[in-house]
């Protein structure tokens, strides 16, 4: 009974959220960066993207790279999905959207899709156009570059938090970005 009540009232929490959410009322670039510390014990990933955020959504455009692992990979990420706030709060951004790019092993390119959700906070404002955000991302993806020619068997590969499947590929990162 316990736990039935405790489902209900996350069920009317996050129907309360929803209710409430509107789309962000301004329009601006970001630019950022982001750091992927999930990857492995031995390193992390570091990218940067664009994104060109709407009152109803973002597009973006973003490069990241890894060189922990025995064969280094580099990828190029579009993405494209939608923006909205709590309670007419412009300082707190949440998104959620699709992912679509190519990442490049020993030259070879392999095709990924995903999705993201993440969120950020408006930190600062300078001049009067200057912004200064500090954000969290979680994605998703999957990638054909998980296949046994570069990792060997399935063993070798990490569980993930949401699926076992060795071509899916679980990420978080911190992003720090400026926009205007």
Known sequence: MK??????VGVLLVKSAIANAQF??????????????TITDSGFQIGGEI?????WGY??????TYNGFEVAYTDLI?????????????EIRYY???RLGIIWRETNPFPMVGGVVGGDIRLSKFYAKTKFH??????TDYREDQK??????????KKGWLTNNPLLQENGAIVVSISW
């Open 24 to 37: 962000i009322s301004e329009d601006y670039t970001q630019v950022s960066l982001f750091i992927d510390p």
């Open 3 to 8: 736990r039935f009540k405790k489902v209900i």
């Open 134 to 139: 500090i954000g969290i991302r979680l994605w």
């Open 148 to 157: 046994d020619q570069f990792y060997g068997d399935a063993s070798g590969y």
């Open 96 to 98: 959620s959207g699709f």
């Open 78 to 90: 579009g993405t494209l999905g939608i923006n909205f706030n709590l309670f007419n709060n412009n």
């Open 51 to 55: 994104q060109k955020i709407m009152h």
């Open 59 to 64: 597009a973006s455009v973003g490069a990241s």
